[in-house]
């Protein structure tokens, strides 16, 4: 069936398909053109073949802080310089790593968001944290595992203990 679509046009016609269904193989004239070696069509040169633009997998990078090579950001975090060369150097890993420092970092020292000083702050302890060997922690802050089973920084007077509740204070 295919055959005969793909041959029509080369000394057959339309009509000429409706007479061909009842004859063998012995009974084909001896003008008719001979079968083509192949029933699939092949694809003219002149037709691009789609090459994917992407490669399948997320994209790797060798991790300057881990020391590995594993897969890295989607995009760069943020504009500018650094968040390039965050980007083509740090790993998706180690960049969750450093969302939590930084959140302990704005807990502990009360840092507040818009202000100039504690941005620039903050930038220059990720740096220190992604691209040297330097993990910035907290003055007095303690693992909770070292701590005896406080949680973070020691508490000062007044504020709320490891359980929630104020502490007390002396008369």
Request: net charge negative.
């Amino acid at each position: 069936m295919l055959k005969r679509f793909f041959n029509r046009g080369k000394g057959q016609s339309e009509g000429d398909d409706e007479g061909a269904k009842g004859q063998t193989s012995q009974e084909t004239p001896a003008a008719a053109t001979p079968p083509a070696e192949s029933a699939t069509p092949t694809v003219p040169e002149d037709i691009p073949v789609p090459v994917p633009s992407e490669p399948t997998g997320p994209r790797m990078v060798y991790c300057v802080k881990l020391k590995q090579t594993l897969p890295g950001l989607e995009r760069p975090p943020f504009a500018g310089e650094l968040g390039q060369r965050i980007y083509e150097h740090i790993s998706a890993a180690a960049w969750d790593m450093w969302k939590r420092q930084a959140v302990m970092l704005v807990n502990h020292y009360g840092l507040i968001g818009v202000d100039p000083d504690a941005r620039k702050w903050l930038n220059e302890q990720m740096e220190a944290y992604l691209f040297e060997d330097d993990e910035p922690v907290p003055e007095g802050w303690l693992p909770e595992d070292q701590a005896g089973g406080a949680k973070g920084a020691p508490n000062a007077k007044g504020a709320p203990s490891a359980k929630g509740a104020p502490a007390p204070q002396s008369k």
